[in-house]
């Protein structure tokens, strides 16, 4: 059967526990220059970007040459998309071609609606609704920073919009059973839907309008933009709006004394975040990049099944 990676729930807690194992065996090889493996010899991944990407690009792109596959790159424009093919059609005949699709775009159900038809995996690259994969990076980096301290012993702080990457660390946390407290400001809260199914798993979801409340013996301390790609018009609202969740010394100072920050980048140095935090020991954001590669390895070859 074939296996979709849309939504951060589409995977069980023991299946995450086998990719972040393979991501780890698969970053110390890269690490003793060990680059490539087999595993997609002489077959091809799709990649369609209808949003502007460095890190989903260039992390898939490596990745998928780094197991021995093609990257077929696409934006709509590039493709029948643009001229109204349906979706349907699209999966079918993409199925015959590839291995796999990756996409970043918009709306979720663009996914929803080729995984309908689709014979391959579709991998949510980011919609509006969703960025699973960073928050994949996002929690094997958070692994690596707690060594042996279990995983759900922790709680985790979220800081800012309640946009995408809050309500993929709020299916995180439910699948994954690690505390996590999200400060945002009234009306930006995350998809009440996703909130409620993860809850229901998992009471110790929590919401505060006061990030003090939130970051306070926090072991990880998280944050994003406060406007999102297509937000721009929404800037200067936006920043009065958030007033008061800028992450900062004296924020990160009420988290617990080994916390990390993280961030999916790019960053807006002095609005989200100083940069006195992005630059300090306790700044992980670089590693944070670097292991999109490593879990993406490692969930293409969970979910495209070896020759």
């Known amino acids: ?17 086998t990719i972040f194992q393979r991501a780890s065996q698969l970053k110390k090889a890269r ?18 970007f ?14 998928i040459n780094e197991l021995g596959g093609h990257p077929v790159v696409l934006s709509s424009a590039d493709s029948q998309i643009s001229r109204g093919e349906l979706p349907s059609h699209t999966a079918r005949v993409l199925s015959r071609y590839l291995s796999a699709l990756v996409i970043r775009t918009y709306e979720e159900s663009e996914l929803t609606e080729l995984a309908e038809r689709s014979t391959i995996p579709i991998i949510n690259g980011l919609t509006n609704q969703q960025h699973p994969c960073q928050v994949l990076a996002d929690i094997f980096t958070l692994l690596e920073s ?21 309500n993929s660390w709020v299916e995180a ?18 998809d009440p839907t996703i909130l409620a199914t993860a809850r229901a798993k998992n009471p110790k979801i929590k919401l505060f309008a006061s990030p003090s409340e939130a970051v306070e013996g926090a072991r990880a301390v998280n944050t994003d933009v406060f406007a ?16 008061g969740y800028q992450v900062n010394r004296e924020l990160m100072a009420l988290a617990n004394p080994k916390a990390i920050f993280l961030h999916c980048l790019p960053a807006h140095v002095g609005q989200e975040v ?10 992980w954001v670089f590693e944070e990049a670097e292991n999109r590669l490593h879990v993406q390895k490692a969930l293409l070859e969970f979910l495209v099944p070896r020759l």
Not at 146 to 166: C, R
Not at 274 to 283: F, G, I, Q, R
């Open 31 to 48: 690490q003793e220059g060990q680059f490539s493996q087999p595993h997609l010899a002489g077959r091809s991944v799709g990649m369609i």
């Open 1 to 17: 059967m074939v296996r979709h990676y849309i939504t951060f729930q589409d995977l069980a807690l023991p299946e995450y526990q």
């Open 50 to 63: 209808n949003k502007n990407s460095t890190r989903t690009r260039v992390s898939f792109e490596t990745a």
């Open 146 to 166: 707690l060594g042996d301290e279990p995983l759900e012993n922790q709680w985790i702080a979220w800081v800012g919009d309640g946009h995408n990457m809050a």
């Open 228 to 243: 999102s790609m297509g937000q721009e018009k929404e800037q200067e609202k936006r920043l009065r709006d958030f007033a």
């Open 274 to 283: 100083t940069e006195e935090v992005l630059e300090s020991p306790a700044s």
């Open 173 to 190: 946390a439910g699948v994954l059973g690690f505390g996590l407290r999200l400060a945002i400001p009234p009306g930006y809260g995350p």
